[in-house]
């Protein structure tokens, strides 16, 4: 099998003073390897990106302590009817070869979204992480912008509307004898997704047909490219095919944030300009 490994990019050099020359080799350094990263995998992980590690480590023990909550419990709330994304408590219907509940929201204030009494932190911790993953979002997409060479806060004239981000809390079910699907393998149709989980794993890259385990780490946050960049950079960039595995006799917990981009505009005049 061949040995493929993820890269692991540390943007801290982005939150320190531009002026510092030492600051600008280290961010140039950076962009070369998400350059790279987006041309050749469309996966990538991140650290020092600016979220809090105790607060990623605090949401997945709030989400765990929600999700072992009763069935009947956790219906309390579930999506209104007629919502365009199911905010609120999901499960993956018994027929679906996706083995998962879920927890999704919009960005804080929305009034699609419906959380849960118990616990109780868990709704000040989601909001959090969510105002963090946006900021990260917007820091990733300036990134990409010089990656790709385009003038400066170009993609930002694509993105002045943040209401239709969302994130989701995750709880895989444990592996079968049988099966261990826990989402099939697909591309992502957004901008840019981050994900960070718990110790259980199995989330995988494809890459020439070899699927890669990404090993969790503290602190780290996953990034992976979607179809919009991937449209938009004609192919340029990789949206990597990926899933979930699950294990046996462990449920995995996991948050994934979707930044998407505003792309109500023709699509033509970015690629055109890439």
Known sequence: MADFTIPT?????????PGDQSRQKKADDAIEIIREA???YGFFQVVNHGVPEDL????????????ECSYEDKLKCRPYPGAPLPAGYSKQPDTSPDKNEYLLMFPPGSSLNIYPDYPP??????????TYMAKTGMLLEDILNECLGLPKNFLRGYNADRSWDFMVALRYFEATEHENNGISEHEDSNCITFVFQDEVGGLEVRKNGVWIPLVPKKGHLVVNIGDVIRVLTNNKFKSATHRVVRSKGQFRHSYAFFYNLQVCTTTSSISSTI
């Not at 990019?9 to 003073?17: A, G, I």
């Not at 990623?56 to 999700?67: N, P, T």
């Open 56 to 67: 990623m480590r605090r949401a997945l023990e709030l989400s765990r302590a929600f999700f």
């Open 121 to 130: 932190e868990l709704r000040e911790v989601l909001e959090q992480v969510f």
């Open 9 to 17: 990019v540390d943007l801290s050099p982005f939150f320190e003073d």
């Open 38 to 40: 987006c041309s050749d």
